[in-house]
């Protein structure tokens, strides 16, 4: 059994220490506030992932415990760097579940864990899988990553069950290109079914959004085989198919009319892809990606939607 810190109350951060619990570890999950360490133990479970109850064995609280073998950071991509320069974690590996590209810096998340906390042994989770899913304990799997093979394993025996597989790689940036992209695409998927242009065109967008994803990894230093894993084939297929992805219904409730301010005012959840999609498109510099420039704009409210839809169908017509 070991110590596994979750930093991040969120529902990921939830099912992650839920997981780790299953998984036979002792588990302190962090929460930002006093007032959410409260909450959590007050009603046995997070108002985050409503209806799963956390274990007792789960210790709460807001600040780090005084150790750990392993920091799990799941703190969403734009308030990484504040969590990270707020509770300074002591020296160790470091797993990053944040999926997203940092405004301003135009960073992975590893690093801004890099630029904040030094050198270390970092590690990315990501794959397809929703919280509430994982909470449940139903089958799924993931994808670790990171250059340093300890912490894979760390992080595999942190995570692994017979319900929840880690497959791991020495590709972070792949997995974290696939992480972030598959936010932005899913919300063009659902623009796509929102606005009523039908299955063909969504099986299009995510075929085409994969080779952005290709393109985007072999440019910045990752491989293409890793968007056609878990991280980006996979999420992809999770997030641009139903409605319990938030980048997904995000886009299809923009697809149906409704303007970007009043959706996000209905909902506390992060959604990642709209501050990301333009972080993207500018780290991507002169890399094509014409499905993630098109979000970016329309986010931005750059474009319309008909202006989006049209520049993207009349681009030169070219070889697969
Ligand atoms: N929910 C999922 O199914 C899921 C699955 C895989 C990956 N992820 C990724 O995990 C990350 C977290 O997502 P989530 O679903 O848990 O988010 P969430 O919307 O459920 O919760 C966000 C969490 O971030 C915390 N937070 C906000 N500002 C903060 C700050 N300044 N400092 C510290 N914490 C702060 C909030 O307190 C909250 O606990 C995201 O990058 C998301 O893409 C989510
Ligand atoms: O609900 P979404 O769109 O943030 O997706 C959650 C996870 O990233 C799915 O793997």
């Not at 930002?32 to 108002?47: F, K, L, Q, Y």
């Not at 912490?151 to 590709?171: C, H, I, K, M, P």
């Not at 079914?193 to 080779?211: C, D, H, K, P, Y």
Request: with cysteine; net charge neutral; charged share 15%.
């Amino acid at each position: 059994m070991s110590k596994v810190t979750v930093v991040g109350a969120g529902a990921w951060g939830t099912a992650l220490a839920i997981q780790a619990v299953r998984a036979g570890h002792s588990v302190t999950l962090v929460a930002r506030t006093a007032e959410a360490v409260a909450a959590i133990a007050r009603n046995h479970e997070n108002g985050r992932l409503p209806g799963v109850r956390l274990p007792d064995s789960v210790t709460v609280m807001d600040q780090l415990p005084d150790a750990s073998d392993l920091l799990v950071w799941v703190v969403p991509t734009q308030h990484l760097r504040t969590s990270l320069l707020k509770l300074r974690p002591p020296a160790g590996g470091i797993v990053i579940c944040a999926k997203g590209v940092e405004v301003g810096t135009h960073m992975l998340p590893l690093e801004v864990a890099g630029d904040v906390t030094g050198d270390r042994p970092l590690a990315v989770l990501s794959g397809p899988n929703f919280a509430h899913e994982i909470a449940a304990g139903l089958p799924a799997a993931t994808v670790v990553a990171s250059v340093n093979a300890d912490l894979r394993e760390q992080v595999r025996v942190a995570f692994g069950t017979s319900t929840f597989r880690l497959y791991g790689n020495d590709d972070p940036i792949g997995a974290q290109l696939g992480g972030a992209a598959k936010n932005v695409i899913a919300i063009a998927a659902g623009v796509v079914i929102g606005a009523g242009l039908g299955e063909n065109a969504r099986a299009a967008l995510v075929t085409r959004g994969l080779s952005e994803l290709c393109r985007l990894a072999v440019a910045l230093g990752g491989r293409a085989e890793a968007m056609t894993g878990l991280s980006g084939l996979g999420d992809l297929m999770l997030t641009c198919t139903g409605m319990s992805s938030r980048n997904f219904s995000l886009g299809h409730a923009l697809g149906q009319g409704r303007s970007l301010e009043a959706i996000l005012a209905g909902r506390t959840a992060v959604t990642e892809g709209v501050a990301t999609a333009a972080a993207l498109v500018a780290r991507a510099g002169k890399v094509e990606l014409p499905i993630c420039q098109a979000v970016a704009e329309f986010l931005s409210g750059r474009k319309t939607l008909d202006q989006s839809i049209s520049e993207l169908m009349s681009r030169p017509q070219r070889d697969e």
